[in-house]
């Protein structure tokens, strides 16, 4: 577990399954005496590394294609 705020940060957790949602993927791990949990991939060691900063050109690109399928396909209104 990797996401600073977490309970579990920094522990290492048996994962029992994995479930795909969407593009990510769901870790369901034994966690403990919190019974089992699910953890998306980016907040474990398996997601990918975290950018130097929030808002890399990847996620703008991302934020950009997201905003322009709710819409419609008609582009990010202004």
Do not use: K, Q
Not at 46 to 56: M, N, T, V
């Amino acid at each position: 577990m990797t996401h600073p705020f977490h309970p579990l940060c920094g522990e290492r957790l048996e994962v029992l399954f994995v479930r795909r949602v969407g593009a990510g993927r769901i870790y369901v791990c034994e966690g403990g005496l919190l019974g089992s949990v699910g953890l998306p991939e980016d907040a474990t060691d398996r997601g990918p590394e975290p950018a130097e900063r929030p808002l890399s050109i990847e996620v703008l690109a991302a934020l950009v294609a997201l905003l322009s399928d709710l819409n419609g396909g008609r582009g990010v209104a202004r």
